[in-house]
Protein backbone atom coordinates (compact mmCIF):
# COMPACT_ATOMS: atom_id res chain seq x y z
CA UNK A 1 0.00 0.00 0.00
CA UNK A 2 1.99 2.68 -1.03
CA UNK A 3 0.86 6.45 -1.96
CA UNK A 4 0.42 7.36 -4.92
CA UNK A 5 2.73 9.90 -6.22
CA UNK A 6 1.32 13.34 -7.26
CA UNK A 7 2.99 16.75 -7.67
CA UNK A 8 3.41 18.41 -4.02
CA UNK A 9 2.42 21.96 -5.63
CA UNK A 10 0.95 23.36 -9.30
CA UNK A 11 0.25 26.91 -10.13
CA UNK A 12 -2.18 29.14 -12.72
CA UNK A 13 -4.02 32.15 -13.30
CA UNK A 14 -7.15 32.75 -13.59
CA UNK A 15 -8.94 31.80 -16.65
CA UNK A 16 -6.22 29.41 -17.34
CA UNK A 17 -6.16 25.36 -16.96
CA UNK A 18 -4.13 22.94 -14.77
CA UNK A 19 -3.59 19.34 -14.71
CA UNK A 20 -2.81 17.22 -11.87
CA UNK A 21 -1.00 13.74 -12.28
CA UNK A 22 -1.51 11.10 -9.66
CA UNK A 23 0.78 8.11 -10.60
CA UNK A 24 0.34 4.53 -9.19
CA UNK A 25 1.11 0.97 -10.01
CA UNK A 26 -0.17 -2.20 -12.14
CA UNK A 27 -1.84 -3.14 -9.06
CA UNK A 28 -4.28 0.18 -8.08
CA UNK A 29 -4.32 2.81 -10.74
CA UNK A 30 -3.42 0.95 -13.85
CA UNK A 31 -5.90 -1.88 -12.49
CA UNK A 32 -8.90 -0.31 -11.86
CA UNK A 33 -11.29 2.69 -13.12
CA UNK A 34 -11.79 3.26 -9.32
CA UNK A 35 -9.94 6.45 -8.68
CA UNK A 36 -10.96 9.83 -7.53
CA UNK A 37 -10.24 12.89 -6.38
CA UNK A 38 -10.84 15.39 -3.68
CA UNK A 39 -10.55 18.90 -3.07
CA UNK A 40 -9.83 20.01 0.56
CA UNK A 41 -9.54 23.92 1.59
CA UNK A 42 -7.84 24.84 5.15
CA UNK A 43 -9.80 23.23 8.37
CA UNK A 44 -12.42 21.79 6.35
CA UNK A 45 -13.47 17.99 5.47
CA UNK A 46 -12.97 16.53 1.62
CA UNK A 47 -15.06 17.30 -1.14
CA UNK A 48 -15.45 14.54 -3.92
CA UNK A 49 -15.09 15.93 -7.20
CA UNK A 50 -14.26 13.23 -9.45
CA UNK A 51 -15.04 9.45 -9.10
CA UNK A 52 -14.89 6.36 -11.22
CA UNK A 53 -11.78 7.94 -13.05
CA UNK A 54 -13.96 10.93 -14.84
CA UNK A 55 -17.57 11.31 -13.43
CA UNK A 56 -18.53 14.27 -11.58
CA UNK A 57 -21.15 14.19 -8.50
CA UNK A 58 -24.09 16.23 -8.74
CA UNK A 59 -22.79 19.95 -8.10
CA UNK A 60 -19.39 19.94 -9.27
CA UNK A 61 -18.17 22.53 -11.90
CA UNK A 62 -17.57 20.83 -15.65
CA UNK A 63 -14.46 22.73 -15.13
CA UNK A 64 -13.47 19.78 -13.87
CA UNK A 65 -12.51 16.60 -15.59
CA UNK A 66 -10.71 13.58 -15.34
CA UNK A 67 -8.60 10.88 -17.31
CA UNK A 68 -6.44 8.09 -17.22
CA UNK A 69 -3.71 6.46 -19.03
CA UNK A 70 -2.13 3.52 -17.76
CA UNK A 71 -1.09 3.93 -14.33
CA UNK A 72 -1.22 7.72 -14.05
CA UNK A 73 -4.52 9.24 -13.34
CA UNK A 74 -4.96 13.12 -14.39
CA UNK A 75 -7.44 16.00 -12.83
CA UNK A 76 -7.78 18.69 -15.21
CA UNK A 77 -9.11 22.02 -14.10
CA UNK A 78 -10.01 24.80 -17.01
CA UNK A 79 -11.25 28.47 -16.32
CA UNK A 80 -9.31 28.52 -12.98
CA UNK A 81 -11.26 30.44 -10.44
CA UNK A 82 -9.43 32.30 -7.17
CA UNK A 83 -11.96 29.51 -5.42
CA UNK A 84 -9.91 26.60 -6.77
CA UNK A 85 -7.00 27.32 -4.35
CA UNK A 86 -6.99 24.48 -2.51
CA UNK A 87 -5.23 21.02 -1.82
CA UNK A 88 -6.51 18.14 -4.27
CA UNK A 89 -5.74 14.36 -3.65
CA UNK A 90 -6.15 11.16 -5.81
CA UNK A 91 -7.35 7.91 -4.35
CA UNK A 92 -7.51 4.79 -6.08
CA UNK A 93 -9.11 1.06 -4.98
CA UNK A 94 -6.18 -1.14 -4.47
CA UNK A 95 -8.01 -4.83 -4.67
CA UNK A 96 -9.13 -6.81 -1.83
CA UNK A 97 -10.97 -3.74 -0.41
CA UNK A 98 -8.61 -1.51 0.49
CA UNK A 99 -7.85 2.03 -0.95
CA UNK A 100 -4.66 4.00 -1.23
CA UNK A 101 -4.49 8.17 -1.54
CA UNK A 102 -1.87 10.53 -3.44
CA UNK A 103 0.44 12.77 -1.02
CA UNK A 104 -1.41 15.48 -2.12
CA UNK A 105 -1.05 18.51 -4.61
CA UNK A 106 -1.13 22.30 -3.33
CA UNK A 107 -2.90 24.22 -5.98
CA UNK A 108 -1.67 28.06 -6.01
CA UNK A 109 -4.32 30.38 -8.65
CA UNK A 110 -1.86 33.24 -8.75
CA UNK B 1 -29.05 16.31 4.02
CA UNK B 2 -26.94 13.66 4.61
CA UNK B 3 -25.14 14.52 8.00
CA UNK B 4 -22.18 12.59 9.46
CA UNK B 5 -21.15 12.70 13.18
CA UNK B 6 -17.78 11.70 14.72
CA UNK B 7 -17.37 11.25 17.85
CA UNK B 8 -15.24 9.18 20.74
CA UNK B 9 -11.86 11.00 19.68
CA UNK B 10 -9.55 12.07 22.97
CA UNK B 11 -6.06 12.51 24.42
CA UNK B 12 -5.16 8.83 25.35
CA UNK B 13 -1.73 7.22 26.15
CA UNK B 14 0.49 5.07 23.98
CA UNK B 15 -0.79 1.29 24.08
CA UNK B 16 -4.35 2.28 24.82
CA UNK B 17 -7.62 2.01 23.58
CA UNK B 18 -10.41 4.25 22.02
CA UNK B 19 -13.17 3.43 20.13
CA UNK B 20 -14.57 6.06 17.48
CA UNK B 21 -18.26 6.30 16.59
CA UNK B 22 -20.37 7.78 13.20
CA UNK B 23 -23.88 8.82 13.64
CA UNK B 24 -25.43 8.86 9.97
CA UNK B 25 -28.47 10.13 8.83
CA UNK B 26 -29.87 11.75 5.89
CA UNK B 27 -29.36 8.74 3.72
CA UNK B 28 -30.30 5.22 3.33
CA UNK B 29 -27.06 3.67 5.47
CA UNK B 30 -27.53 0.53 4.77
CA UNK B 31 -26.96 0.80 1.00
CA UNK B 32 -23.57 2.37 1.48
CA UNK B 33 -20.39 1.21 2.22
CA UNK B 34 -18.30 3.43 5.01
CA UNK B 35 -14.72 4.46 5.81
CA UNK B 36 -12.64 6.19 8.12
CA UNK B 37 -9.88 8.65 6.76
CA UNK B 38 -7.17 10.13 9.21
CA UNK B 39 -5.19 13.19 8.59
CA UNK B 40 -2.35 13.84 10.62
CA UNK B 41 -1.57 17.56 11.61
CA UNK B 42 -0.30 19.06 8.74
CA UNK B 43 -0.31 16.22 6.70
CA UNK B 44 -2.30 14.38 3.69
CA UNK B 45 -4.90 12.31 3.94
CA UNK B 46 -4.69 8.48 4.99
CA UNK B 47 -7.62 6.01 4.27
CA UNK B 48 -7.39 3.39 7.34
CA UNK B 49 -10.40 1.25 7.01
CA UNK B 50 -14.14 0.33 4.96
CA UNK B 51 -16.54 -1.88 5.74
CA UNK B 52 -19.04 -2.37 2.60
CA UNK B 53 -23.00 -2.27 3.04
CA UNK B 54 -23.70 -5.47 5.28
CA UNK B 55 -20.43 -6.12 6.66
CA UNK B 56 -19.28 -8.98 4.28
CA UNK B 57 -16.27 -6.90 2.94
CA UNK B 58 -14.21 -5.08 5.07
CA UNK B 59 -9.90 -4.39 5.11
CA UNK B 60 -7.51 -1.62 6.77
CA UNK B 61 -4.19 -0.06 5.95
CA UNK B 62 -1.07 -1.84 6.60
CA UNK B 63 -0.35 0.51 9.46
CA UNK B 64 -3.49 -0.25 10.88
CA UNK B 65 -4.09 -3.96 10.46
CA UNK B 66 -4.32 -5.94 13.31
CA UNK B 67 -4.76 -2.94 15.71
CA UNK B 68 -7.78 -1.57 14.31
CA UNK B 69 -11.32 -2.87 14.05
CA UNK B 70 -14.37 -1.97 11.69
CA UNK B 71 -17.73 -2.53 12.67
CA UNK B 72 -21.33 -0.79 11.57
CA UNK B 73 -24.95 -1.33 12.90
CA UNK B 74 -27.58 -0.71 9.90
CA UNK B 75 -29.94 -0.19 12.62
CA UNK B 76 -28.35 2.29 14.42
CA UNK B 77 -26.98 4.05 11.52
CA UNK B 78 -24.05 3.79 12.70
CA UNK B 79 -20.22 3.27 12.21
CA UNK B 80 -17.51 2.44 14.52
CA UNK B 81 -13.35 2.08 14.73
CA UNK B 82 -12.39 0.41 17.62
CA UNK B 83 -8.86 1.57 18.51
CA UNK B 84 -6.06 -0.61 20.21
CA UNK B 85 -2.64 -0.29 21.04
CA UNK B 86 -2.40 3.06 20.29
CA UNK B 87 0.93 4.25 18.98
CA UNK B 88 1.71 8.73 18.72
CA UNK B 89 2.03 8.16 15.11
CA UNK B 90 -2.30 7.36 14.98
CA UNK B 91 -2.34 11.06 15.88
CA UNK B 92 -4.85 12.29 13.81
CA UNK B 93 -8.13 14.03 11.98
CA UNK B 94 -10.31 10.61 12.14
CA UNK B 95 -12.97 11.13 9.52
CA UNK B 96 -15.99 9.28 8.78
CA UNK B 97 -17.24 9.21 4.92
CA UNK B 98 -20.19 7.80 2.65
CA UNK B 99 -19.23 5.70 -0.08
CA UNK B 100 -20.99 6.68 -3.00
CA UNK B 101 -21.52 2.73 -3.44
CA UNK B 102 -22.87 0.11 -1.51
CA UNK B 103 -19.27 -2.06 -2.29
CA UNK B 104 -15.58 -0.23 -1.05
CA UNK B 105 -14.75 2.49 -3.60
CA UNK B 106 -12.44 5.55 -3.72
CA UNK B 107 -15.75 7.50 -3.99
CA UNK B 108 -16.46 9.09 -0.42
CA UNK B 109 -18.90 11.56 -1.33
CA UNK B 110 -20.14 13.05 1.90
CA UNK B 111 -17.68 13.43 5.40
CA UNK B 112 -18.05 14.36 8.96
CA UNK B 113 -16.02 17.14 10.22
CA UNK B 114 -13.70 14.51 11.80
CA UNK B 115 -12.99 13.74 15.74
CA UNK B 116 -9.76 14.50 16.99
CA UNK B 117 -7.62 11.55 18.30
CA UNK B 118 -3.73 12.36 20.02
CA UNK B 119 -1.83 9.57 21.79
CA UNK B 120 0.48 11.01 24.11
CA UNK B 121 2.11 10.14 27.52
Redesign the interface.
Known amino acids: ?S?LTQPRSVSGSPGQSVTISCTGTSSDVGDYN???W?Q?HPGR????MI??VSKR?SGVPDRFSGSKSGNTASLTISGLQAEDEA?Y?C???AG?????????TKLTVV | EVQLVESGGGLVQPGRSLTLSCAASGFTFDEHAM?W?RQAPGK????VS?I?WNSG??????SVKGRFTISRDNAKNSLYLQMNNLRPEDTALY?C?KD?EG???????S????TQVTVSS
Do not use: M, N
Open positions: QAFVSYQAPKLYDPDYCSYTYTLVFGGG | HVGLEWGSARDYADYAITVTPGGDWGQG
